[in-house]
């Protein structure tokens, strides 16, 4: 990869590199959502390390298409060790019986089918990998290549200066399928009750909770005290790793 891609391609490759095979060798993970820009960071994953953890948080509210491309680019990456993350279905039973949480309090809906059962899964670990950009948000705006995130961990976001050019660039360089989603207008995608098409001059993320003013799951903010009185473990919500299928 090095001496062929662009100066950004190449400095998010060695930061990602850096990580994976030095600083936190075998205390890393990459958290994706297979979304439509996260062949980029897979892609890349794949030439250090496609054995490395990669959590895919299915929150029981993915658009199926989301699925169906995760494992298509699981297959044509040759990851081997994609984990699946799921809500503890004693929270679920308990908090969100109808699985209508997300109407009338969609932070603790976003707590229970996502940050916690993401900061259970990166437990073994001292850092992840996240995919967020400046370009995203303006809550965004301020990113950092390496940050301390609200559970204590070490992100890396290498992909943290890159636009919509970039990305597109490094997606034809490299033959890599789009989400399906995507040429029907959605530009960022999370579960599918909360996501919707953006307009034109929109920021990428402006059809997620759309009108609600919320505009981050959780994963990045202060974490909401909530008691666990399930006494389950992430251990009987993380699916074991896939094995490669060639
Ligand atoms: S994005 Fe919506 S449905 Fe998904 S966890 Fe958050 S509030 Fe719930």
């Not at 969100?96 to 916690?116: H, I, N, Q």
């Not at 360089?173 to 307009?199: D, M, Q, V, Y």
């Amino acid at each position: 990869m090095l001496n062929t891609g662009t100066l950004i391609e190449n400095r998010a490759y060695l930061l990602l590199e850096n990580a994976i095979a030095h600083e936190f060798r075998s205390k890393i993970a990459l958290v994706s959502s297979f979304g439509t820009e996260s062949a980029v960071l897979l892609h890349m994953v794949a030439q250090i390390d496609a054995h490395l953890p990669i959590l895919f948080l299915d929150t029981g509210k993915i658009f199926p298409d989301t699925i169906a491309y995760r494992d298509g680019l699981i297959n044509r990456l040759r990851l081997s060790n994609v984990r699946t993350v799921r809500p503890d279905q004693k929270h679920l039973n308990s908090y969100d019986p109808a699985g209508r949480l997300y109407t009338a309090d969609p932070d603790l809906c976003c707590a229970l089918r996502k940050t916690m059962p993401l900061d259970a899964a990166l437990e073994p670990f001292d850092a992840w990998i996240s995919g967020r950009k400046r370009n995203q948000s303006e809550t965004r705006r301020d990113i950092l290549p390496r940050e301390t995130g609200p559970n204590g961990m070490t992100v890396i976001n290498p992909l943290y200066d890159w636009n919509k050019a970039d990305i597109a660039r490094y997606f034809a360089e490299n033959a890599l399928p789009p989400h399906p989603l995507e040429a029907s207008g959605f530009t960022s995608l999370g579960c599918f009750s909360c996501t919707s098409r953006i307009r034109a001059g929109d920021d990428p993320r402006a059809g997620r909770w759309a009108g609600s003013g919320k505009t981050e799951c959780g994963i990045f903010l202060p974490r909401l005290a909530m008691a666990d009185e399930t006494g389950g473990t992430q251990a009987d919500r993380t699916e074991a790793p896939n094995t490669m299928r060639a």
